[in-house]
């Protein structure tokens, strides 16, 4: 059984930084592509960032410059820096697996940037 648990989140000003972590739990990891989404309220869940399991990375336009997705298949980890980050990025932030052709997904952790 997959299972996948993001930390990290939180409150921060416009402009400042977070770090999220998802440790995935179950087989498979180091050949996984793994990746974070994020769903705003009243809007679809959009693709933040991608790793795969030979290290090519992927960003939303939005973020590139800004994140850094990482992954550490010695602790079964996939993490994402987060800098400047603007209002308009809070959400809630999902951690996601894929192998196989199947999607595994955690639970979100809530980002909220306010003053």
């Known amino acids: 059984q997959v299972q996948l648990v993001e930390s990290g989140g939180g409150l921060v000003q416009p402009g400042g930084s977070l770090r999220l972590s998802c440790v995935v739990s179950?087989?498979?990891?180091?050949?996984?592509?793994l990746g974070w989404y994020r769903q705003a309220p009243g809007n679809q869940r959009e693709l933040v960032a991608t790793i795969s399991r030979s290290y090519n990375l992927n960003y939303a336009d939005s973020v590139r410059g800004r994140f850094t997705i990482s992954r550490d298949n010695a602790k079964n980890t996939v993490y994402l820096q987060m800098n400047n980050l603007k209002p308009e990025e809070t959400a809630v932030y999902y951690c996601?697996?894929?192998?196989?052709?199947?999607?595994?997904w955690g639970q979100g952790t809530q980002v909220t940037v306010s003053s």
């Open positions: 996601n697996k894929r192998f196989g052709g199947s999607d595994s």
């Open positions: 179950g087989s498979n990891f180091n050949d996984a592509g």
